[in-house]
């Protein structure tokens, strides 16, 4: 499989990793053979050879902040040249997230589907925005485009879905999709402030020197609108669901829930109202006794609700490099099955 990689930053490092580490078992195991043939990040540079690059190589010069320009394999091509010209079978997508235009990302992504090219992705703004146009661009071409990263980094919900539960009517999906915030909830509850919860996050590297997207729930609105539209079938915005962060919760309200066996948790939610589909984003008291309750610091969960099988509920990392570089690698070897 000849891969091409737009976006070479934190997640494009640790599927580089990873397949790197775990190149001979892929191939013993699944049959999964790879050379990378393109490389295109704004920062570091454009490398495009057609018979293969040195992945190891490279890797250790981007970890290294070092350019990719001098190298014998470099050109000038942005990311739209290489997508037009690179002679690959799957685009990986990682570059920044615009969740308001879900560009450039979005123009990515349908340039290679057009080419004939698979796409994995983690980024939300062209799911959260563009969802249903991109499914059914890849269906009538004849490709794959696949994004488990884009919710939960590597823990598998989509796959869950679509695959475990494939016999299963989903109901409600229900959990936490912000690790930066659960984070800042669960130190309050030991103590601190909310104030000084977010200077710990922070600095941590949890959240970022801005924390908007965080704490105001705009990243766990994206990841609702995600799933409603590619889980429910939805055709929501995220201008469409009510939208409230944690700013507004004090270490009062957290000692008052404590008192009555609860635990605040910001939630998002989707489900199904008749014949339409719901999302919504915010905080919620949770009961000790529900599953959810237990997920403490940057980890993530969700609770599927299923006739057949009640609630299950999936716990793990919704960050991460490593962690959201497996997500595509999971993607890679589902588009290697399917071909």
Known sequence: MRLLFIGFGTVGQGLAELLIEKKEQLAADHGFNWTVVGICDPLKGSLYDPQGLDLKAALTAAAAGESLSNW?????????????EADADVMLEATYTDIKTGQ???????????RGMSVTTTNKGPLALHARELVELADSK??????????????PLLNLVRETLTGCEV????????????????EMEGGLS??????????????????????????ALAKVTILANVVFGGALSPSDSPCEGITEITA???EKAKANDQRYKLIGRVWRDGDAVRASV???????????????GATNAMTVTTDALGDVTVVGPGAGRVETGYSMLVDLLHIGRMR
């Open 72 to 84: 014998s394999s470099a050109c000038d091509w942005d990311a739209e040249k290489m997508i037009a």
């Open 104 to 114: 450039p990302a979005t123009g990515y992504v349908r340039a290679a589907i057009e």
């Open 142 to 155: 004849g490709v794959h485009f696949l994004y488990e990263g884009t919710v939960m980094s590597g823990t």
């Open 171 to 186: 109901r409600e999906m229900k959990g936490i999709l912000n690790g930066t915030t659960n984070y800042i909830l669960s």
């Open 194 to 219: 909310y104030a000084d919860a977010l200077d710990q996050a922070q600095k941590l590297g949890y959240a970022e020197a801005v924390p908007d997207a965080d704490v105001l729930g705009w990243d």
């Open 252 to 254: 009062d309200d957290i």
């Open 282 to 296: 915010g905080p919620q008291l949770v009961e000790m006794s529900h599953p959810l309750a237990g997920v403490m």
